[in-house]
């Protein structure tokens, strides 16, 4: 899970310091490789060897709304629906994150391997590279 803590200034003008919390669960990141030919780290790494604004900004849209969640009080649960990205993604926080993802490549590549546990599925399938600008 990747804990991102945002300062922002909110609708209101007022000054806001928040964490908000990325992961996918080890099925959904199979789903998510499974769902592109050659892997999501591959589509990645074409789209920005070509340096294509349009589809680097798609990819995050895509990346930070299947990634946002709430846990639950009790630390349970990851809960993710349309409605708490949709909500996430409409504040003055997601522009800056998603500001600083399509900006920032390394900043960007660490935060796609730590959403997609690069480090711990790299220990357990040899197959999945690290995602380097």
Known sequence: MVKKTITYTDLNGTE?????YFDMSKPEIVKMQSSVKGGYDVQLRSIAADLNG???ME???DFIS???GEKSEDGR???KSDEISKAFMETPAYEILFEEL???ADAA???VNAVMRVDDNAANNPQVSVVNR
Do not use: G, M, Q
Request: charged share 35%; hydrophobic share 50%; glycine share 0%.
């Open 16 to 20: 806001r310091t928040e964490s908000f």
């Open 109 to 111: 590549a660490k935060f």
């Open 59 to 61: 990819f995050f849209d």
């Open 77 to 79: 649960r990851f809960v």
């Open 66 to 68: 299947k990634a946002y």
């Open 54 to 56: 349009a589809r680097i």
């Open 102 to 104: 399509i900006t920032d």
